[in-house]
């Protein structure tokens, strides 16, 4: 009989902000795969939580997996926990879980804190449609290639982003954006939890007025008006392809980017631009 292959929302930073059902998968299973062994065992040692741990992160996804997805096969049950929200968005864990749905493995999901969710849900802007990009790409010239892309999006935009990069990233919304709605969340759940709202150059005065910006940072960009919105429709999905891989993202990473951004899957944007996907 297999194990189950657990994958457990944790706190985003009040230790509190766990359910009861999570405590107690993460006592009962056998193993804790987690990022970084010394922040799950602070929370672990909170709940008086003891089982053995191994690392699982993005330098040692690929071998981790099948070390895990053997010890799955032999019965063991090993919960999947990230630093902080729930595993796989933004955060390794995806190698893990198709593996063992390839492999018949049960994997159960146990809800709990996101930050993309609870940064939305108290940002003020519209909830109906959302999207989440992920991380904005580190390079300005990348980056505003992708803020191109969004100009006529109709969903709040949600991204994560570090401290140190937060200013660029609201230099380049300001200049490409405008003055549409924006939020950023930062230390959410935390002793300095804060809100900023008002237009990108509105919060990048605030910020640049500070000694230095810490924290993580939840990043919210309110819809297109309509009139954008139709201007940005002109763009076809080969011009969108073409104008990321000029700022020196891969054709494969454009692809993968402007079908994110546009809600494809990337064979539909292989339709588009006459290129036959890979196997």
Do not use: W
Request: proline share 5%.
């Amino acid at each position: 009989m297999t194990g189950i292959l657990y994958l457990v929302a944790s706190p985003i930073g009040n230790l509190e902000d766990i359910t009861f059902r999570a405590v107690r998968i993460l006592n009962e299973c056998d193993l804790i795969a987690c990022e970084d062994t010394r922040h799950t065992r602070t929370l672990l040692s909170h709940y008086g939580i003891d089982k053995p741990l191994v690392s699982y992160h993005d330098h040692n996804e690929a071998t981790r997996s099948s070390e895990l997805i053997a010890r799955l096969l032999d019965g063991v049950s090993v919960a999947l926990i990230s630093d902080a929200g729930t595993p796989l968005v933004a955060d390794p864990g995806y190698r893990l879980v198709n593996a063992a749905v390839a492999a018949g493995i049960p994997v159960h999901p146990i809800p709990g804190p996101s930050a993309l969710v609870t940064a939305l849900a108290a940002s003020g802007l519209p909830t109906d449609a959302f999207r989440f990009i992920g991380f904005l790409p580190a390079r300005s010239g990348q980056r505003g290639t992708v803020l191109e892309t969004l100009r006529g999006e109709q969903a709040t935009v949600i991204c994560y982003e570090a401290p140190h990069r937060i200013l660029d990233t609201l230099t380049d919304i300001d200049r490409i954006l405008g003055t549409r709605p924006v939020v950023v969340a930062r230390e959410l759940t935390k002793t300095y939890e804060e809100f900023l709202r008002g237009t990108a150059g509105e919060i990048l005065g605030i910020l640049k007025a500070r000694p230095s910006v810490k924290g993580e940072i939840t990043l919210l960009i309110g819809k297109a008006a309509r009139k954008e919105a139709q201007q940005s429709d002109q763009t076809s999905v080969e011009q969108a392809v073409a104008a990321c891989v000029r700022e020196g993202l891969p054709r494969m990473d454009a692809i993968k980017a402007v079908a994110r951004l546009r809600g494809l899957s990337k064979r539909e944007v292989y339709q588009q631009i006459n290129v036959t996907p890979r196997k």
